[in-house]
């Protein structure tokens, strides 16, 4: 079993920055892929951001909307992936989820039920 815990959340102007985290336990974290969804009121969650190992090979994913302005990362040592938001925007307003997935394929668009989740952290940009 995965257990993913998120902090970082908050209330925010536009344009300014946050920083999210996520700790990972119960399972080996090198063998899992992590990865950032969001979900605002009255819509779908949507896939914001996702690191992957296949092979030997890294991949970072950023959605349209965030890329340039958003980056993740992950710190081994800590079992913890982060995600770095600047330039926050009124629509980057939602909950944010930490998801995890075995590592080996890119991370796809759609949530998964075979993902593990956290319980979601709150984003409010002010505008």
């Known amino acids: 079993q995965v257990q993913l815990v998120e902090s970082g959340g908050g209330l925010v102007q536009a344009g300014g920055s946050l920083t999210l985290s996520c700790a990972c336990s119960?399972?080996?974290?090198?063998?899992?892929?992590m990865g950032w969804f969001r979900q605002a009121p009255g819509k779908e969650r949507e896939f914001v951001s996702g690191?992957?190992?296949?092979?030997?090979?890294?991949?970072?994913q950023y959605s349209d909307s965030v890329k340039g302005r958003f980056t993740i990362s992950r710190e081994y040592a800590k079992n913890t992936v982060y995600l770095q938001m600047n330039t926050l925007k009124a629509e980057d307003t939602a909950v944010y989820y930490c998801?995890?997935?075995?590592?080996?394929?890119?991370?796809?668009?759609?949530?998964?039920?075979?993902?593990?989740w956290g319980q979601g952290t709150q984003v409010t940009v002010s505008s």
């Open positions: 998801a995890a997935k075995p590592s080996g394929s890119m991370w796809p668009k759609m949530p998964s039920s075979s993902n593990y």
């Open positions: 119960g399972r080996t974290f090198n063998s899992l892929d």
């Open positions: 690191i992957t190992w296949i092979g030997s090979q890294f991949y970072s």
